[in-house]
């Protein structure tokens, strides 16, 4: 069973402070559904809003289409895998995945069945009548999923379940879940600050500000396509520069920077530019370009700060000129040294179809 | 060894270790094992005045450990029934009265713990700390009067309707239970909020989120958590429950007597020093024993109690 989950004009606020500000969000049923943001952005907020350990202050929570208004978190068709986990210390791996049947008054031999079912599953067979605290740190994830599984629940809510794990493992168990998420078909919603593993995992991200939902999309879409300032300077690394709207044509906009006017699509969030506009121009360091006389819809004037060699890739910083912000342009090493050197005048391009124009509004914090 | 006590004084300082060298040395002795040890040589002698201890008439024997069971050799009684009932119920009513803090104090340590916030869980541990600065009599005597026949509780009961005449909660015990219970209260608080309040409160969320009702979540992660917190409390307020002197004297009805009470009889009344030492130390072991025997049945070590 899985079930849909609708965030319908959302408000949490505690006393004068705002946690979530008119939240309206569909996320559909086997859907696996990320909520990205920094540290304090609401997402936990909200996450604890659907599993019910909170109400909001305003609007309504709607699981598999009923509203879920004064409905425990032990009543909700929810399960949470919690930040630390949470797992029993004092019972055995089984019990702990079994909880959840027992609490149902499944009888002895059947939970223990079905305990090892779900370590099957998670890849664990036989270490049911181990102790939690002889796991390692992947395995005690594994078995709070299982029990958080056990409890046949329409929808799994993960809150950051993977920041206590070291790189390596981390990678690994976004593959896992994704996988787990697969085989088992339920709606999954996680939340995470971490974007590498909102967008390999999910269908759909929601990126979130300080109680905002600041857009809603497939990964690619967030990286591509910002609908918003906070979007295009949180996903992934940009460079910026400030501006006035001077045109609108069709899908883009030209926009007045100390560095040049700069052709570039127009973001297709709520708030939508028009001439006379502030804005921001975002181009990725992989669309910049050392122009070399080739054609580029847009070019910069800058002076090479930095060169550093990083393997597969050159990075590249650079004072531009009309602007106090540095750029940087990566490029890959295809095996032949970089015709520039530090302190060198260059001229660099991008294209207009790479490039966003957002209205200005609050950026990400360095 | 020699490396344990090197280290001890670099550690420390010659000062400093030699100090708590000599005061722990003391305290153990002085305070603790010499008294202990007198007692127990004292109940293994014969009885007789100051000025012929140490003499051949001062010599051992096992006839107050026999008294306690058999009574006197005059009597016609097989069984030592007076003693031996009062030491049953003496036991009987320290393990009720532990039973009634820990049901009292579990909810009480987990609200301070879990529930209550800032001012007003500092108000509440403050209205449970503060009688305690009342003097341990004092307490009683006010218990006495609350609960006599013209007391506050009588005169409410009365006044409402509730009973037709004054009830003697004195010669029911009920008053006794009371000020029992009330008497050691905090050493049953304090270890299991310190045992509570360690417990993360995510594995509480989780086992309400795996669906779990409020009671199974005490039964099945919050007391295991506690358990230590709890025998420890149970052990303290046991073992002085049952060797309490005053409240039982104060509160306890004209025919319930508390075993202390024959103890104090015997040395102060009596003047049977040697008796009074043997009745001392069987309530000791009976209690140590009963407290090993609660530990070893609810799987707790020694060392758990202690943290």
């Excluded at chain 1, 950051?160 to 088992?184: F, G, N, W």
């Excluded at chain 2, 509160?251 to 040395?267: D, E, N, R």
Aim: hydrophobic share 45%; charged share 20%; glycine share 8%.
């Amino acid at each position: 069973m899985s079930a849909d989950v609708k965030l319908d004009q959302v408000w949490i606020r505690f006393g004068e402070f705002v946690a979530a500000r008119d939240v309206n969000i569909h996320i559909k049923e086997g859907e696996f559904f990320s909520f990205l943001g920094p540290s304090g952005c609401g997402k936990t907020t909200l996450l604890r809003a659907v599993s019910g350990f909170s109400e909001p202050s305003e609007g309504k929570v709607l699981i598999g289409g009923q509203d879920m208004a004064g409905i425990g978190p032990n009543k909700r068709p929810t399960a949470l895998i919690f930040q630390n986990l949470a797992l029993f210390p004092l019972m055995m791996v089984w019990e702990n995945i079994a909880f959840a049947l027992e609490v149902k008054g499944v009888g002895l031999a059947e939970r223990r069945k079905r305990a090892d079912e779900l370590l099957e599953l998670i890849a664990l067979p036989d270490q049911g009548e181990k102790m939690v605290s002889e796991l390692s740190g992947g395995q005690k994830q594994r078995v709070a999923i299982a029990r958080a599984l056990a409890a046949e629940p329409d929808v799994l809510l993960l809150d950051e379940p993977l920041s206590a794990l070291d790189l390596k493992l981390r990678q690994h168990m976004r593959t896992e879940l994704r996988a787990i998420q697969q085989r088992v078909g339920i709606t999954f919603i996680y939340i995470t600050h971490d974007q590498g593993e909102a967008l390999t995992m999910s269908d759909h991200v929601a990126v979130m500000s300080q109680g905002v939902i600041e857009q809603v999309a497939d990964g690619n879409t967030i990286y591509d396509q910002p609908d918003t300032a906070f979007v295009a300077s949180f996903v992934g690394e940009n460079n910026m520069f400030e501006g006035k709207v001077s045109e609108i044509s069709g899908d883009y906009a030209i926009v007045d920077t100390g560095s040049g006017q700069m052709r570039a699509r127009k973001s297709k969030g709520k708030e939508q530019l028009s001439p006379g506009d502030q804005a921001f121009v975002f181009i990725r360091p992989e669309s910049l370009k050392f122009a070399n006389g080739s054609d580029f819809d847009n070019r910069i004037k800058a002076k090479i700060l930095q060169q550093e060699f990083e393997g597969s890739f050159w990075q590249v910083f650079f004072d531009v000129e009309g602007s106090n912000r540095s750029a940087k342009l990566s490029t890959v090493n295809d095996g032949t040294t970089l015709a520039h050197q530090v302190d060198d005048q260059v001229e660099l391009g991008f294209n207009a179809n790479t490039a966003i124009a957002t209205p200005a509004g609050d950026l990400a914090a360095e | 060894m020699v490396r344990y006590w090197q280290d001890f004084f670099r550690k420390n300082g010659p000062t400093l270790a030699l100090y708590l060298l000599i005061s722990v040395t003391c305290w153990m002795l002085l305070m603790i094992v010499l008294p202990q040890l007198f007692m127990l040589d004292f109940s293994f002698r014969t009885n007789v005045p100051p000025p012929q201890w140490g003499t051949e008439a001062h010599g051992y024997t096992l006839e107050h450990y026999q008294y306690m069971i058999y009574g006197s050799a005059q009597s016609t009684d097989s069984y030592n029934f007076v003693d031996l009932s009062v030491f049953g119920r003496t036991i009987l009513t320290a393990v009720f009265v532990t039973l009634i803090d820990v049901a009292l104090c579990y909810p009480v340590a987990y609200y301070l713990a879990h529930v209550a916030h800032g001012g007003w869980a500092r108000l509440m541990v403050m209205a449970l700390i503060i009688p305690f600065w009342v003097n341990e009599l004092l307490r009683a005597f006010a218990f006495k009067i609350m609960f006599g026949s013209t007391g506050i509780i009588n005169n409410f009961l009365v006044g409402i309707g509730i009973l037709d005449q004054p009830f003697d909660f004195i010669r029911n015990g009920v008053a006794l239970y009371s000020g029992l219970s009330y008497a050691y209260i905090l050493l049953m608080i304090f270890p299991i909020y310190n045992a509570v309040e360690s417990l993360d409160k995510n594995q509480i969320e989780a086992a309400r989120d795996l669906g779990s009702p409020w009671w199974r979540i005490h039964w099945r992660v919050v007391i295991p958590h506690a358990k230590p917190g709890i025998t420890s409390g149970c052990t303290m307020v046991f073992m002085l429950t049952a060797g309490a002197l005053a409240a039982p004297q104060i509160l306890g009805g004209p025919s319930s007597l508390w075993f202390t009470q024959i103890i104090y009889q015997a040395f102060n009344q009596a003047g049977n020093w040697a008796r009074g030492s043997a009745y001392g130390i069987i309530l000791l072991a009976t209690c140590l024993i009963f407290v090993l025997l609660v530990m070893k049945i609810f799987k707790i070590k020694l060392g758990e109690i202690a943290r």
